[in-house]
């Protein structure tokens, strides 16, 4: 019999598990791939949105270019899933499955920081991105924050590569002077499982004269008066708010039973990214394995489910366990990335290593994007042959 794989959620995680299994076994295997939405757009092209460095229609990647033997995408909204008998409920149908992975991410809770979603703005989804592209070419200068909300947020270096590119922005358009960019987190460093990569962000930042507010969240912004709220009970003024919200597991999983809670993230066996129930996995954003929410992370932990239900269809042996490996860039404006690899799991504690903005950085982080374009999309990479860590 043919084996039923459901995958919910077309981002990394999703397109990742669903190619290789299709390249894996072409029509002889039967893959359901579910999405609410009708493209991919990758979480750095908002920072791009945002700063009107591409538009939203350059970036959007439509799900109808997905065209691989053996899959069969969906638009549609998982209503509910059980995770027991492996069933999905979506406006479409009734699906069942005899492998189902979870990778549908993190959501984001605008309502658990006061005042952000009707004073501020937030950058970490698609449509905050798009509202910035309209509102920074008038930003006329004064306090501008960089603030982060929850302690568990996508992409670490997102922030301070947002203060980096604002900074960029405003010089460019002669509003730097007028301008002070701070940069708040719940972290004693920028990049903490790398401290050479911190130390390189700090020395930027302070090359370009930006603020870094160690240890402390966004509690909440009161846009009257203009001034966000902070965990130790100081206030600071702002003019341009520029968010990452308190992120959260997304209800439907929670209400499967996944999930204890909104903001515990799906326990998973760390080797084998498989949930309490066997034959379903969580891959991505959603799990709650310990490696940083990042695309890179979220393929990785793909792999490794592909491989064990490669193995499990062919009788094969168990695959390597999951090694919470993976390599992010980091764009420090001025057109230059450098790059932290990080390895979550295979030590006693987290370690990365840094390196250094380089012209071929830039060229690899191009390569990156395109060439999961190439894999997922069947679109031409762009760049070729550059080594990807990814
Ligand atoms: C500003 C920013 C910059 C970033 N930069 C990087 C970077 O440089 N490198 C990197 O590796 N990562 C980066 N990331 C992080 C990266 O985007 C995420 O970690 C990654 O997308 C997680 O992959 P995932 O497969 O777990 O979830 P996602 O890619 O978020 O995919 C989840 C999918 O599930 C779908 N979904 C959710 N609920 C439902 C439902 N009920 N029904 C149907 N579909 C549903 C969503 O539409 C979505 O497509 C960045 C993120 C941001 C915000």
């Given at each position: ?100 992975v979870v990778a549908l991410g993190a959501d984001y809770d605008l309502a658990a920081t006061p ?24 930003f006329e200068g004064g306090p501008a924050i960089v603030g982060v909300c929850g302690k568990s ?165 168990a695959p390597e366990p999951y090694k919470g490996q993976g390599s992010c860039y980091v764009e ?59």
């Amino acid at each position: 019999m043919t084996t039923r794989v459901v995958v919910l959620g077309a981002g990394f995680g999703g397109l990742e598990l669903t190619t290789i299994l299709s390249d894996a076994f072409g029509s002889a295997i039967d893959i359901t791939l579910i999405d609410k939405a009708d493209a991919f757009v990758f979480g750095y092209s908002k920072l791009d949105v945002m700063f009107g460095r591409q538009t939203l229609a350059a970036v959007r990647h439509p799900y109808r270019d997905v065209v691989k033997p053996g899959v069969r995408v969906i638009q549609t909204e998982v209503r509910s899933f059980d995770p027991s008998a492996k069933r999905v409920v979506t406006d479409s149908g009734t699906l069942d499955a005899d492998a189902l992975v979870v990778a549908l991410g993190a959501d984001y809770d605008l309502a658990a920081t006061p005042g952000l979603a009707d004073g501020a703005n937030e950058f970490y989804s698609v449509a905050g991105a798009e509202r910035l592209r309209e509102l920074l070419p008038r930003f006329e200068g004064g306090p501008a924050i960089v603030g982060v909300c929850g302690k568990s947020f996508k992409c670490p270096p997102a922030p301070s590569e947002a203060a980096f590119l604002l900074h960029d922005f405003l010089s460019e358009r002669g509003r730097r002077q007028t301008s002070e960019i701070s940069v708040i987190m719940p972290f004693g460093t920028p990049i903490p499982p790398s401290p050479d990569t911190s130390t390189a962000v700090l020395a930027a930042f302070e090359q370009r004269g930006i603020r870094f507010v160690k240890d402390r969240l966004v509690k909440a912004l009161d846009p009257a008066r203009k001034v966000a709220r902070l965990s130790d009970g100081s206030e600071m003024p702002y003019a341009l708010f520029l968010g990452i919200p308190v992120h959260r597991v997304p209800s439907v999983v929670v209400e499967s039973g996944l999930a204890a809670h909104p903001h515990d993230w799906v326990p998973v066996n760390k080797q084998t990214l498989e949930t309490r129930f066997p034959g379903v996995y969580a891959v991505g954003d959603v799990n709650g394995v310990g490696t940083p929410k990042a695309g890179v992370f979220a393929e990785g932990a793909a792999r490794v489910v592909a491989a064990a239900i490669v193995a499990r269809i062919k009788g094969g042996t168990a695959p390597e366990p999951y090694k919470g490996q993976g390599s992010c860039y980091v764009e420090f404006g001025h057109d230059q990335v450098g790059r932290v690899d990080v390895d979550f799991l295979s030590g006693p504690k987290p370690t990365g290593t840094f390196q250094p903005p380089s012209e071929a950085l830039v060229a690899e982080k191009a390569y990156f994007g395109s060439s999961r374009l190439q894999r997922w999309f069947g679109k031409s990479a762009d760049v070729k042959d550059v080594a990807s860590s990814a």
